[in-house]
């Protein structure tokens, strides 16, 4: 199984950036999807959630209202558009999938090596 982000970046606060997941080896239609971020000395925390089939999704206070998660099953990736973007939103983002419902934890049965984001004041 393989998870691989892409999209990050150096953006202007205010700017908009989408990130990329790419699923391999699993039926990725049969995993929930959730995105997490780590900033400088933060531990690990949730930014949204998709159900396995697209038609729930779930945001952290944070984000919410900014961020918008999605997923393209026929083509095994799933994304996360973030708009309006802040200087607290800068850290590395992560993508997972788990089998089953959606989780606000880290218990997710896969993660992708993560991509980096920085917001620039």
């Known amino acids: 199984v393989q998870l691989v982000e892409s999209g990050g970046g150096l953006v202007q606060a205010g700017g908009s950036l989408r990130l990329s997941c790419a699923a391999s080896g699993l039926t990725f239609s049969s995993y929930a999807m959730g995105w997490f971020r780590q900033g400088p000395g933060k531990e690990r925390e949730f930014v949204a959630g998709i159900s396995w089939g697209g038609g729930s999704t779930y945001y952290a206070d944070s984000v919410k209202g900014r961020f918008t998660i999605s997923r393209d099953n026929a083509k095994n990736t799933g994304y996360l558009q973030m708009n309006s973007l802040k200087p607290e939103d800068t850290a590395v983002y992560y993508c997972?999938?788990?089998?089953?419902?959606?989780?606000?934890?880290?218990?997710?049965?896969?993660w992708g090596q993560g991509t980096r984001v920085t917001v620039s004041s």
């Open positions: 997972a999938v788990r089998r089953g419902v959606f989780s606000r934890q880290n218990d997710y049965d896969y």
